[in-house]
């Protein structure tokens, strides 16, 4: 088959056994420099760093035009996020005097607010119902806030977080890893960047020209990831507006740095000085270990955002952590049985 033909196999949901356990709305319990510390040493926080490193690790190499399989659930988290863009395109923004912050944004996420449910309820599988309430709340919270019209790396983080209760519950499979960041999140930072540009929101947290990027984070991880080993770019092709423009189709990180440069103005070394900085590293595979030691270290945990980790049952352990070290890493282990996929040595 052809790079970039999709596989959609039959359909799964049946073979997704009952939910055994309860599910509780989750609530937030990161709000200050010791919660961090407890978050840090939980099995939750493992799981989450897990998922992510699984993740980095099921795309290295891969163009976004790489062929995958296409679940059912795969395509039912691609159409609530087609939903969520159609609600952007009827709800325009008003006029107003602030130039920023546009206060249609607040409809929009009411709209989002009164049916999360509903769009959740159509991924979720019936014998899973009871998750429902518990899962949208990620949804919800992966957007931006509503009250400051802002969105950063915390909400970013919910996203993900969203996505691996779905792993957690059984939703999402080990074989759905590559379309989880390729279809699935791919879609997601579209979306977001609609948001961003139609109602002028505010970066959240950002750390301005000393940060890595105002909004995201993951798609550097995971698009430094795709380039390594590639034949001919190197990272200091990313600052390469000509190498940029042929390339940003097939990798996630050059699609963020083209967003980057229609998005603001001026020396790209002036306005994103850490990422000019990056484009001196000699490989990808040293930019991809040293993003995640800088995720885990500082992105989205000390950020404002931070609170938006909530504690639900796929984060249970959280409340149990233990004050001792932090646990090792380990990669998230998927539900059903299924082989675990490594994500390499513990960093």
């Known amino acids: 088959m052809a790079e970039g033909e999709r596989q959609s196999p039959p359909d799964s949901s049946e073979d997704i056994p009952p939910a055994t356990q309860n599910f509780i709305i989750p609530k937030k319990e990161i709000h200050t420099v010791p919660d961090m510390g407890k978050w840090k040493r939980s099995q939750a926080y493992a799981d989450y760093i897990g998922f992510i ?90 957007v931006g806030n509503s009250t400051r019209i802002d969105y950063g790396t915390g909400h970013e983080a919910a996203f993900a977080a969203f996505l691996c209760c779905l792993c957690k519950i059984g939703v999402l499979r080990v074989d759905d890893q590559i379309a989880i960041v390729f279809k699935v999140f791919n879609r997601y930072l579209e979306v977001m960047r609609k948001l961003q540009k139609t109602y002028r929101m505010e970066p959240a947290g950002s750390q301005g020209v000393w940060g890595l990027d105002d909004f995201q984070f993951l798609p550097f991880i995971w698009g430094s990831s795709q380039l390594i080993d590639h034949p001919f770019l190197e990272p200091r092709h990313f600052v390469d507006e000509k190498a940029v423009n042929e390339n940003h189709k097939d990798y996630m990180f050059l699609e963020c740095i083209l967003f980057i440069t229609e998005m603001k103005t001026g020396p790209f070394a002036e306005h994103s000085n850490q990422l000019w900085n990056i484009s001196a590293v000699p490989s990808w595979s040293k930019v991809n270990q040293g993003l995640i030691r800088m995720y885990k270290a500082e992105t989205p945990w000390t ?45």
Not at 314 to 328: C, D, K, M, V
């Open 53 to 142: 490193l699984t993740l980095n690790e099921g795309v290295k190499g891969k163009k976004l035009t790489f062929e995958y399989k296409v679940s059912e659930a795969i395509e039912k988290l691609v159409a609530l996020l087609n939903t969520l863009d159609r609600w952007i395109d009827e709800i325009p923004p008003v006029d107003q005097p602030s130039r920023f912050g546009n206060k249609a944004y607040r409809t929009w996420y009411a709209k989002l607010d009164e049916e999360a449910e509903n769009l959740v309820a159509t991924v979720v599988p019936t014998c899973l119902a009871a998750a429902v309430p518990e899962v949208a709340v990620y949804l919800k919270e992966s």
């Open 303 to 347: 950020m404002e955002p931070r609170s938006l980790f909530l504690t639900g049952n796929p984060w249970s352990s959280f409340q149990r952590a233990t004050e001792a070290s932090s646990l090792p890493l380990r990669v998230l282990t998927w539900p059903l049985d299924l082989p675990c996929p490594r994500a390499g040595p513990p960093l």
